[in-house]
T-cell receptor
């Protein structure tokens, strides 16, 4: 099976700084990874994804890095804004199902 | 706009009663999923369905049942056999297959007293 874990349950950053959220997965056969953002009382929203044939992918203010050697991925958010406050989940596809980590709560300090 | 609709947003039930949570999607997706989320926790898979009239148990299926009679609908019944039913329930859909992005509804918060 697959297990996914996040390194820190909470992360606090200053507004304008960059945020880095880390995630580890267990199944070396996992080949597709997704980051989601969840605001309070809502469902998770897709942020960015990456397949195992890539090691980096960039979106608008976000970058995902994948290190298959150590089974680790990270989400980088540039110039963090108050609207980035949320819980962030990484997820990895195991056969037939998407397995989620426990989430990192990102708090922005003014 | 296409999306996933879960209703109601809040649901209250007495212990011992079955309750059905609604999930409808108009994205024309083949696959649908139910996840449970407890405070401070990640999402745990209850049931999933890759096609109409077929579904499989996820990691925590005990005390739950589903049906998939129509492509757009995947209702979840929380039965009285579920020992700790109070939770936030999330429905999702995807195009299908074993990879792909899941699209989520905004959840139903179920409280059982």
């Amino acid at each position: 099976g697959e297990s996914v874990g996040l390194h820190l349950p909470t992360l606090s950053v200053q507004e304008g700084d960059n945020s880095i959220i880390n995630c580890a997965y267990s199944n070396s056969a996992s080949d597709y990874f997704i980051w989601y953002k969840q605001e309070s009382g809502k469902g998770p929203q897709f942020i960015i994804d990456i397949r195992s044939n890539m090691d980096k992918r960039q979106g608008q203010r976000v970058t995902v890095l994948l290190n298959k050697t150590v089974k680790h991925l990270s989400l980088q958010i540039a110039a963090t804004q108050p609207g980035d406050s949320a819980v962030y989940f990484c997820a990895a596809w195991a056969p037939q199902k998407l397995v989620f980590g426990q989430g990192t709560r990102l708090t922005i300090n003014p | 706009d296409g999306g996933i609709t879960q209703s109601p947003k809040y649901l209250f039930r007495k212990e011992g009663q079955n309750v059905t949570l609604s999930c409808e999607q108009n994205l024309n997706h083949d696959a649908m999923y139910w996840y449970r989320q407890d405070p401070g926790q990640g999402l745990r898979l209850i049931y999933y369905s890759q096609i109409v009239n077929d579904f499989q148990k996820g990691d925590i299926a005990e005390g739950y049942s589903v049906s998939r009679e129509k492509k757009e609908s995947f209702p979840l019944t929380v039965t009285s056999a579920q020992k700790n039913p109070t939770a936030f329930y999330l429905c999702a859909s995807s195009i299908g297959g074993q990879t792909g992005r899941l699209h989520f509804g905004n959840g139903t918060r179920l409280t059982v007293t």
